[in-house]
Nanobody, 130 residues
């Protein structure tokens, strides 16, 4: 059973950058959809970005397009979320998730939500102040 560990959260000023890391316990190979979700207090968990490890396709929620980048380091079995130009509305607990999804379903996951993902990390807090 795959396990995930996130790191890299913190408190920053608006406009700053942070990079989150998600280390997996197994070789991600070409079979996984890796995604980042976030959940702000009182709100439902929402998709941020997804990466299909087979074809290397990434997709993003509209709220973060152009500011966030999801990527994978194959050698380290790690997925990253580079977050630039952070805004106060980006404040949330960020979760890494994994699922065996075909690329066509993986790329929809930032929109379709967390229901297809059965493996989650513990979450890391990101706080952006104005």
């Amino acid at each position: 059973q795959i396990q995930l560990w996130e790191s890299g959260g913190g408190s920053v000023q608006a406009g700053a950058s942070l990079t989150l890391s998600c280390a997996a316990s197994v070789d991600l190979g070409s079979n996984y959809c890796m995604a980042w979700f976030r959940q702000a207090p009182g709100k439902r968990r929402e998709g941020v970005a997804a990466f299909s490890t087979g074809p290397g396709i990434s997709t993003y929620a509209d709220a973060v397009k152009g500011r966030f980048t999801i990527s994978q380091d194959n050698a380290k079995n790690t997925v990253y979320l580079q977050m630039n130009s952070l805004k106060p509305e980006d404040t949330a607990v960020y979760y890494c998730a994994a699922a065996r999804l075909l690329p066509m379903y993986c790329k929809r996951s930032p929109v379709t939500g967390p229901g297809d993902f059965g493996v989650w990390g513990q979450g890391t807090q990101v706080t952006v102040s104005s």
